[in-house]
């Protein structure tokens, strides 16, 4: 899809930190939904053909967020989010971790920080994760991309396209 | 998931990143690099044995000594991996606009 939203996504591999930027077009309490309500993340947070499917979600200091990432061919992913920190509509900070089926997490984690502002009828998410080692992140990277990439090259649009209808 | 020397670690220290730099232009020998950075060779072995693990570095004997070269394609799988993992933000954010449309729409 090709838009004139902003999309800024940086790596500082020494800090081990990714940096992402994304505009939205829509108002600031919404995008502030669609992160932080179970059944909007379910709708978007995986990259198709994988899906999320949140198991309970406590969106409160300290409350949790367990999910999984589902592969097409049902295999499941499952990892834990626990808030720390929660500004509502501007920022919420969480340390998300891999976990097995039954919430057992496997440390360690990442960081992740969001910071939600909105101008012009716009809102720009400017997410910050911290990982706090490489394996850590390759797994991050491997849950959710694997099936994504292949189902891109062979022609995401067409894929989204359908999807819509 | 097989487990990898930790490339992250092998390029934070900024030593490490000055030997990268320095063999990216040309091969080196321990000795030389030690000179270079005013190391002992057992300072140097250490930064060599870990870049070498993560496969940042590739040794080449050559007659007595051994040069070490920059391996490339090793730095072009990371950038490649992280490609990837922008991709897959790309892919998610396109979603959630297409979610959010839906939304609007309904609410008219």
Redo the contacts between chains.
Sequence with gaps: ?K?D?L?D?N?D????T?Y?T?E???PQA??WD?FTKAE?LD??????PMRAKTKYMDFKIGGRRFYAMVAPDGQEGWAVQEYTSITPKTNFKMYSTFADKDENRVLPGSEWDHNFSEEKGRTKVSITIF?E???R??????M??AE??TM?LNG?ETL?NHT?K | MKMKPDIFQAIADPTRRAILTLIAIQALTPNVMAEKFDMTRQAVSKHIKVLQECDLIKPQPSGREIYYHFNAQKMQEFDHWLAQFRQNWETQFNQLDKLLSTIKEQKK
């Design positions: 899809m838009n939203l999309f996504f790596v591999k020494a800090a081990k990714v992402i994304r939205f077009n829509a919404l995008i669609a909007l709708q978007w947070s995986a990259p198709a990982n080692s490489l394996e992140m390759e797994k991050m990277i491997e959710g991309f994504a990439y891109m995401l989204l819509e």
